[in-house]
């Protein structure tokens, strides 16, 4: 007979599992020590009526495990209520950790980085809507996403302004209505009021959550149609040249402004010079390349050269004739619905290039330490569009590379003996990332100059600048992107010499040559008909185009691709740190995110809800870290008392947000502030 148990005690039997396809309840999520403790103040008969409860809910676990969730449940606001809960107690620490000197360089950088492209995207509009656009409305747009996004956004480090798909989307809407007669600036306005619902509509029902199944494949691909549009624009510009004296100075100015913009950024990752050399020519190279070259074609007989520079107007004026609040209503009934189609394209765009921006900036290869936070900014991006329209300027968005060039330029690195203590590499050193600055000033600080750009003596300063030097920053930015585009780095590792090709490189454990070859293929084809549909009148319908990569990837290549094939050639952008906002990478378990199976208690582990993840964990010394808090809504008044350590998921071939399952199960690692990455393993319990 078994033995009674005491009236002040409770056993949960053996063989009762948690498995995370189980529906939660709604409310709030209790742990397991909580829900132990309200038990054990029960009464014996209700102690017996809830074990008897448990022993049901047993014996129906495997038909519950089954039951998939209604894909039409949706639970409105969660997406963006959970965003601002995690990074809200890190709102003050966005401020406070500004002060830090890469912050300085960072801000230098981003803004050259930001404002000339734009004022290049501005020549290209100016010539295309018929002088709609110019350098005044550009530099706004700039000023309102900069802003908005570095107050108010979850995700500061995101560098938001005027892109190059957004301009050929509006010189294309202007070729197609122009014809007939409608007034553009007010059916901008109407595209954006209309985009604005449609963000808005996917942050309040989580659309957001669609972006774990955004990897590598596609942001390639779109990253790779970026770079090239840089290079197109400047190869445009330099057509409107002329063909006599000012043509080849133009050219020859370019070239050597990707020249030695690029040998700046070549020489800040070599060995040469002393450490701090190659920092400073890393942070300042480009900006003081475009200064000295705007000055260099003044020098001897070329300043009797007439060179075309960046058309101006007025300081704080719109380039046309008009103010700066659009009458949107000065449209047909017709106009109202016409521009329906053209916001949805435009949602679509914005949709994926956005989040895109946002996950590259976010990607793996950065060790951040605070959450992001998807629904929120996509809620904010919305808003923006909306008030663009309204303004009568381009509406900005995501930047593809500055928003990763942003990331990149707030890293902390450190001069390290090299791990690798075999033949030529023995006793030398190598740098290594230590950490990254997550601060909002820099995005404010950059959008703050930029106003400051509007300003008379700067906007004459600005019209000095030669387009022949704008269309060498388009390569040189062009040429950036194209070198660490992963397209890039697989064509490559084709065209080496395979004995001369070191054995730790990853792509070297694929058995099949061929499927590197098919998957790159897969991704030129891709890019190639990106690219060709926005050289025609459909230009605008190329955001379609782009979303339809990603069920391609997701559904189709696994067909021909082995799963270990896929985990080489592609993975996640960003580490499911960066993806509980909408709810971890695709593809990964539920072990697979907990760092491999259930673990003592100790452990941290990973719960999927509906749409949106949150980590859970025992409280304690180590578990209450501010990562963790946040990660779930928790904090500084936010209440909460179990802590959460941050959990960095790694693979065989390095930092990719998957679990190696054969060989790197039962061990996880954890990213220390400061500290690099310890090794601990994970105890299991047996059921």
């Known amino acids: 007979m078994a033995p009674q148990s005491s009236p002040n005690t409770y056993t949960l039997p053996t063989s009762l599992k948690h498995t995370p396809s189980e529906p939660h309840s709604s409310g709030t999520r209790k742990s397991w020590r909580r829900r132990l403790n309200l038990l054990s103040s029960h009464t014996p008969s209700q102690d017996q009526a809830s074990q008897n409860e448990l022993r049901q809910t047993n014996t129906n676990e495997s038909a519950r495990s089954k039951h998939v969730p209604k894909w039409w449940k949706i639970r409105l606001f969660r997406g963006m209520i959970n965003d601002v809960r995690r990074r809200l107690p890190f709102y003050w620490s966005d401020w406070v950790d500004a002060w830090d000197y890469r912050v300085v360089p960072a801000t230098v950088y981003m803004y050259f980085a930001n404002i000339l492209p734009a004022l290049a995207f501005s020549l290209d509009m100016f010539t295309k809507t018929n002088m709609s656009y110019g350098v005044n409305e550009v530099l706004l747009a700039s000023v309102l996403g900069s802003v908005v996004f570095a107050v108010f956004a979850a995700q500061p480090l995101v560098i938001v302004g005027v892109t190059g ?12 209505m122009a014809p007939t007669g409608t007034n553009y600036f007010a059916l901008m306005a109407l595209i954006g009021l209309w985009s604005l619902v449609m963000h808005w509509f996917l942050a309040f029902t989580n659309a957001c959550n669609a972006l774990k199944y955004v990897t590598r494949f596609s942001c390639d691909i779109f990253g790779f149609y970026v770079a090239f549009i840089y290079l197109q624009k400047g ?30 950024g070549l020489i800040g990752t070599s060995p040469l010079f002393q450490h701090y050399i190659r920092v400073f020519l890393t942070d300042y190279g480009t900006p003081l390349t475009v200064i000295f070259f705007t000055g260099f074609v003044h020098i001897g007989k070329m300043r009797e050269v007439s060179l075309s520079t960046l058309p101006t107007s007025k300081a704080f004026f719109p380039t046309t004739d008009r103010g700066w609040f659009i009458h949107f209503w000065d449209v047909s009934i017709g106009d109202v619905f016409i521009a329906i189609p053209f916001a949805i394209l435009l949602t679509i765009l914005f949709y994926f290039d956005h989040n895109v921006s946002s996950l590259i900036a976010q990607g793996t290869e950065f060790p951040l330490r605070k959450p ?8 904010l991006l919305g808003l923006t569009t909306g008030v663009a329209g309204l303004l009568g300027i381009p509406a900005p968005n995501g930047l593809i590379p500055q928003a990763p060039f942003h990331t990149a330029s707030l890293c902390v690195t450190k001069v390290v003996a090299d791990p690798n203590e075999e ?23 950059q959008g703050l100059l930029t106003l400051g750009t509007m300003t008379g003596p700067l906007l004459i300063v600005l019209h000095l600048i030669p387009q022949g030097v704008l269309a060498g920053l388009f390569f040189v930015m062009g040429v950036q992107a194209l070198e660490g585009n992963g397209i890039t780095v697989k064509i ?34 891709g890019f190639g008909a990106t ?17 339809l990569l990603v069920p391609v990837r997701t559904f189709l290549l696994p067909k021909w691709f082995s799963d270990e094939e896929l985990r080489v050639l592609d993975a996640p952008t960003a580490s499911p740190f960066t993806m509980i906002s909408v709810g971890g990478n695709f593809g990964e378990s539920f072990e697979d995110v907990a760092g491999g199976g259930q673990g003592s208690g100790e452990e941290t582990v990973v719960q999927s809800s509906g749409s949106d993840g949150m980590l859970v964990g025992r409280g304690g010394e180590e578990g209450d870290s501010d990562e963790g808090m946040a990660e779930r809504g928790e904090g500084p008044g936010l209440g909460g008392s179990g802590g959460a350590k941050r959990r960095e998921s790694w693979r065989g071939e390095g930092r990719s947000g998957r679990w190696d399952g054969k060989e790197r199960r039962g061990e996880s690692f954890e990213m220390q502030s400061g500290m690099g990455i310890r090794r601990r393993s994970v105890s299991r319990q047996s059921t």
């Open 235 to 264: 190869i445009q510009v330099l057509t409107r040249q002329g063909s006599d004296e000012a043509f080849y100075l133009s050219i020859t100015v370019a070239l050597l402004v990707l020249f030695i913009g690029y040998l700046c």
């Open 423 to 445: 033949g030529a590499n023995k006793g030398h050193v190598t740098t290594i990332t230590s950490h990254v600055v997550e601060q909002r000033f820099s995005n404010l600080a």
């Open 492 to 525: 490559l590792f084709l065209l080496k010499d395979k004995s001369l090709t070191p054995a730790s490189e990853p792509l070297k454990r694929i058995p099949r040559r061929l499927a590197i070859w098919v998957f790159v293929a897969i991704q030129l084809l």
């Open 165 to 176: 798909p957004i301009t050929v989307f509006n010189y294309t809407v202007y070729d197609i």
């Open 372 to 379: 992001a936070g998807f629904h929120w900014d996509i809620f």
């Open 531 to 547: 690219f060709a549909i926005t050289q025609t009148i459909a230009a605008v319908g190329f955001p379609i185009f782009i979303l």
